[in-house]
């Protein structure tokens, strides 16, 4: 039985299951969190908020932009830990947590920015 993505499952040895999910969990939650983050950014330009319209469009758009990498981030994050887990080798740090985390503060700004300016 073949499954995907080979490149993880043709290493190592099965993990405890529990592992696993629990992996596959976090995957999810990263999906969830990319579809509030592109909700945020409709939000964002659908709702009169009395925010100034460059800084509200530009949070806006990185707010999509941020929703459109989670989902890389959750690939990228699920691929590498399982892989970890199958070979008996620590987890490996997060891929695309820093820069995720960066571009909600600096929407944050630019929505406060706006609120004031």
């Given at each position: 039985m073949t499954r995907f993505p080979s490149s993880v499952y043709r290493h190592g040895?099965?993990?405890?299951?529990?592992?696993?999910?629990?992996?596959?969990?976090?995957f999810l939650a990263w999906i969830r969190t990319a579809l509030a983050l592109i909700a945020a950014g409709v939000a964002l330009e659908a709702l009169p908020l009395p925010i100034r319209a460059d800084f509200r469009l530009s949070a806006s758009g990185l707010f999509v932009a941020l929703g459109l990498i989670a989902p890389a981030h959750a690939w990228i994050s699920w691929m590498r830990i399982e892989r970890s887990m199958r070979q008996n080798r620590p987890l490996p740090a997060p891929a695309l947590s820093g820069i995720l985390a960066a571009g909600v503060v600096v929407a944050g700004l630019l929505i406060a920015a706006g609120m004031f300016l």
């Open positions: 040895q099965e993990p405890d299951p529990r592992f696993s999910l629990a992996n596959e969990r976090t």
